[in-house]
């Protein structure tokens, strides 16, 4: 039976945070009219670290929002029971801003196509960019395509990805690929 | 993933403590989306409501159908002025029609007690009480502790006095249920003829003097005299009721702390309450209509999930 395997530890997500960090600032140079969504639940402390580091490489102030999609996905009835709801919280308007949408793992796409549906409550945005921490390739289900991937991985349907986060009480960062029998 | 207990909301009685805090974190989720730019979400798109109302409402059922609408649901809205009902046709027979033209969930409100629950047992639709004669209006219930535990952070532990009509209130008994599950303590007081012969047993204290009640409890919710309902003179007068009853300026100011005065509306005013109370600082009747919105949003949203698909498919 395989075991969980180990995509990124911290070190390396590290020097991976950073290289996104720096093509971001390649495409917006000093953020004037970008803000940042996060996804919830755990997109949002990849978001925070992000807009944390590129605060400090150019001493700016960069807007973040966190974005709960429960009530926009397209699965709701067709589950057994209705998922529970995240927290949103858009301190602003994001008419005419562009908006890099931020998640930990892009599996089907799903997600992200009720993400561009619940952020509209907020405005029409000028552009929006997605950016994933995992990019699980040949798995979507939509015509959705990340501008922004830490890792890309190969999995199978059966493989489900992990992501810990130091900001939910794990010892440190890891992201593991693990086969849904082991759970 | 959480659900409630049961697939209809017939009364605060069938819930569990877990079922209501999940209505109420549910509910938190709402409140944020009714004050947005944009107040609607999509989730009930596929999901068809049909609002029969028996008897007359204004809050409730603008409440309902503004939950519906704001959770992208369509909705049917029937009341019985101006229906078949008026020509003999049983309720059973009314509903089933109404269901034929595939309706999901049904908001029954009715002026015999038990109409939401014999409606629960014949047709495969989710059914929630918007008020079922003098017996349960559990949306009410929920909304009035929601507004509680808003204002004074939670619910246990609180004293909560309901004052006036006791004895033609669903508004009372749910709420004595709600408040009593949250782990508040209860009080209900109003003149001896309208509290119910055996209110205690419902480990209620019974106070037939307004001032020590208020005196008593931190939340005062003062109910309507509901004269449309009394068959028979249960006080000598609206004025009289006023006299010892009715909650004033002036009797706030006498007591030694601030309480919190709700009141489910309609109000009738210079009776249980005079104007100087409804619209002064101590009275959150209007959050009560805010808050009834997220809700009964929340109520929508989790019994719709928990509408059991497969079942309708086997069926």
């Not at chain 1, 992000?50 to 999609?69: F, M």
């Not at chain 1, 489900?160 to 082991?182: C, T, Y």
């Not at chain 2, 029969?52 to 909705?75: C, G, M, P, W, Y």
């Not at chain 2, 949250?182 to 047993?201: F, Q, R």
């Amino acid at each position: 039976m395989e075991q969980k395997r180990l995509i990124l530890d911290s070190p390396l997500l590290e020097i991976t945070i950073s290289r996104l960090c720096q093509q971001l600032i390649e495409q917006h140079h000093m953020f004037e009219d970008t803000v940042i969504l996060g996804m919830q639940p755990r997109g949002i402390f990849l978001a925070e670290r992000i807009k944390t580091k590129l605060e400090s490489l150019l001493a700016i102030h960069i807007p973040i929002g966190y974005l709960d999609t429960t009530f926009y996905r397209d699965d709701f009835r067709r589950r057994n029971a209705p998922l529970k709801a995240n927290a949103t919280k858009v301190p602003f308007i994001i008419e005419d801003k562009k908006v890099i949408l931020i998640d930990d793992v892009l599996y089907t796409g799903r997600s992200v196509r009720a993400a561009m549906d619940a952020m509209i409550a907020f405005g029409r945005p000028r552009k929006v960019e997605l950016l994933a921490l995992v990019n699980r390739k040949y798995s979507r289900d939509l015509p959705i395509e990340p501008d922004y991937v830490g890792r890309h991985v190969n999995t199978l349907a059966s493989q489900r990805v992990l992501v810990e986060w130091k900001e939910q009480g794990a010892a440190s960062d890891h992201i593991w690929l693990i086969n849904k029998q082991d759970l | 993933m959480q659900q409630l207990s049961s697939r209809h909301l017939l009364g605060i009685k069938g819930l569990t403590p877990e079922d209501i805090e999940l209505i109420f974190e549910t509910a938190d989720t709402f409140k944020e989306v009714i004050n947005r730019p944009i107040r609607k979400v999509p989730s009930l798109r596929d999901v068809t409501i049909a609002n029969i109302f028996f008897e007359n409402s204004t809050r409730t059922k603008l409440s309902f159908e503004l939950a519906e609408k704001r959770l992208s649901a369509d909705v049917v809205n029937f009341s019985s002025s101006n229906s078949s009902v008026k020509k003999g046709e049983t309720l059973l027979d009314t509903v089933n029609n109404i269901l034929a033209m595939k309706v999901d969930m049904v908001v029954i409100r009715h002026s015999s007690p038990g109409a939401p629950h014999f409606l629960a047992r014949h047709i495969n639709a989710n059914i929630i009480n918007a008020g079922d004669g003098t017996h349960e209006h559990p949306t009410q219930a929920l909304l009035d502790a929601y507004s509680i535990r808003e204002k004074h952070g939670s619910v246990a532990g609180k004293k909560v006095a309901i004052i006036g009509d006791i004895l033609h209130s669903r508004v009372a008994l749910s709420n004595i249920f709600a408040l009593q599950k949250l782990g508040a303590d209860v009080m209900v007081c109003g003149p001896n003829t309208l509290l119910p012969k055996y209110i205690a047993h419902l480990g209620v204290k019974v106070e037939l003097d307004v001032k020590k009640a208020l005196q008593w409890c931190d939340v005062a919710n003062v109910l309507r005299i509901q004269l449309e309902r009394q068959q028979i003179k249960y006080f000598p007068s609206l004025r009289e009721y006023a006299l010892y009853f009715g909650i004033n300026k002036r009797l706030l100011d006498s007591l030694d702390k601030k309480i919190t005065i709700m009141h489910p509306g309609p109000i009738n005013r210079g009776v249980e309450l005079s104007s100087d109370v409804a619209d002064s600082e101590h009275s959150i009747i209007m959050n009560q209509v805010e808050n009834g919105v997220a809700i009964r949003m929340a109520v929508l949203y989790l019994l719709a999930g928990t509408s059991n698909e497969k079942k309708q498919v086997n069926k």
